[in-house]
């Protein structure tokens, strides 16, 4: 039997604001346990919360990008369950009444070598508080409950079961993950909790319209282990199926060391919790001004700068989508076609896309904080383009760069006279050159001149190693062609 793979995904983003959502407490990371817990995040008696600004503007900034429907009213409700790390025995959160519904994520990938694009229907974002933390591992025999995290802002982003892989699932979280960090609205740091999957997976006979039995795949913190689980998932389902059983629904965990997911508790239905409106919150009402008003502080968002970079820059799709993976990785491209000239758009992408990146992979560092401005790498494109330096020589200047982590907008200059890199382009030295490699290379030589064209590519590299790499490419060539004319 041939089966569909169902994946819808539930994204927590951690607001950046100061302080919490419904009290004055800070939410800074790594402060000692239970040291910013106020009574009003403990839901102590006498205390009432206070909604917090900042995070409701965060959550428009979400609703706008996405295309979704602000609420003009929405409604905050108690659901109730018990968790050793939930203080109060319930989260404050928003059922019927979100205040983002709808909306739209598009995002492209690539499949098979190619880029595919994908629209992902989302079904709301609502606002909510965050739990505690549960220590399991610094205590033997016991678990210690960190209340710190009680009452952090979060919003959730729900998204329609429309994805059918787990390559289109770990793209469209990439995409969110770039957006809501674009926007502003979350710092994005997965190891600190800041973004975090819910990942629902199901399957089905192909071609059957009814939905199977989900399964949710709690706190995922990893696009790899995502990935991963997503795979694991679906095999287990598959297999559970196949062999005459039932997919059960339920919580699972993923075990990244194991390689496996396993069951947490049977799934909760929305009667479980016992949802019903909060008698200490008011509805919360957004006004249409208040809306256009955070519309016009908007950034350029991702896909408009796309579409930009392709009519602008005159980049095919591919590089647009992957300059646009982040704020700063645009900002850093711009920044460099801003001192190297329209002309070496192509260029700067492809340095950026290539060595750029490759580096900053390798180093564990982000473009922010690469030690290579962009106006040096702008020098250094340019350096190509005019035939001081090859496209093999940068690589090696841009290494230099990369070590020196100079201030100097110059440093490519310097570094190449330091190095003596400059390229070779004096016909003089250069026909020496040719006339010494094609003395000691007759049978490429006659290879050439019997019809076999690709026997010029020995006699290239011959003569570029001869130059130890400094000859102009284009230059010799030509010459070469000249010369076994004759």
């Not at 030295?429 to 019997?450: F, G, H, P, T």
């Amino acid at each position: 039997m041939q089966w569909e793979v169902v994946i819808g995904l539930e994204n927590h983003v951690q607001l950046t604001t100061n302080s919490k959502i419904f009290s004055g407490s800070s939410i800074q990371f790594g402060a000692e346990p239970n040291t910013q817990a106020s009574p009003v995040d403990l839901a102590l008696p006498g205390v009432l919360p206070v909604m917090n600004k900042g995070a409701v503007e965060r959550a428009i900034r979400l609703g706008l990008a996405v295309g979704a429907k602000i609420a003009p009213s929405s409604v905050f409700a108690r659901k109730n369950y018990f968790y050793p790390d939930l203080p109060k025995g319930y989260q404050i959160s928003q059922f019927e009444d979100p205040v983002v519904i709808g909306g739209q994520l598009t995002f492209g990938y690539e499949k098979d070598g190619k880029l595919e694009t994908k629209t992902v229907n989302l079904t709301r974002a609502h606002l909510e508080e965050d739990a505690g933390k549960s220590l399991h591992e610094d205590y033997a025999g016991m678990t210690g409950i960190d209340l710190n995290r009680a009452g952090t802002p979060l919003l959730e982003i729900v998204s329609e079961p429309e994805m059918r892989s787990s390559a289109e699932a770990v793209a469209y979280a990439k995409a969110l993950h770039s957006l809501v960090v674009w926007l502003g609205i979350c710092d994005g740091n997965m190891q600190e909790g800041s973004f975090r999957c819910d990942v629902n997976v199901s399957v089905r006979p192909v071609g059957q319209k009814e939905f199977g039995t989900r399964c949710e795949i709690k706190n995922l913190n990893s696009f790899r282990f995502m990935e991963e689980a997503i795979a694991y998932e679906v095999r287990r389902q598959i297999e559970l199926i196949e062999d005459g059983g039932k997919v059960q629904q339920a919580t699972r965990l993923w075990d990244p060391d194991k390689k496996e997911t396993r069951a947490m508790r049977t799934k909760e239905d929305a009667q479980d919790y016992r949802y019903f409106p909060d008698p200490d919150l008011p509805p919360l009402v957004i006004s249409q001004e208040w809306i256009e008003r955070i519309r016009a502080d908007m950034p350029e968002l991702p896909a408009a700068m796309r579409a930009r970079f392709v009519s602008d820059y005159a980049l095919p799709e591919y590089d647009s989508l992957i300059l646009t993976s982040s704020h700063e990785m645009a900002a850093y491209f711009e920044a460099v076609v801003a001192k190297a000239g329209k002309e070496n758009a192509k260029a700067a992408a492809n340095w950026l896309m290539g060595d750029v990146s490759s580096t900053l992979n390798r180093e564990g560092v982000g473009i922010a904080d690469a030690p290579v401005e962009a106006s040096q790498l702008a020098l250094l494109l340019k350096r190509i383009a005019d035939g001081t330096i090859s496209n093999k020589i940068a690589k090696e200047v841009f290494g230099a760069m990369w070590e020196a982590k100079s201030t100097d907008e110059h440093i490519a200059d310097a570094i190449i006279d330091q190095k003596g890199l400059r390229q070779i382009s004096d016909s003089g030295a250069l026909e020496k050159i040719v006339d010494d490699v094609l003395a000691a290379n007759e049978k490429s030589v006659e290879q050439y001149r019997a019809g076999k064209e690709a026997a010029i590519n020995a006699l290239i590299g011959q003569a570029m190693k001869a130059s130890k790499g400094k000859a102009n490419p284009a230059q010799l060539t030509e010459l070469l062609k000249k010369k076994l004319a004759g």
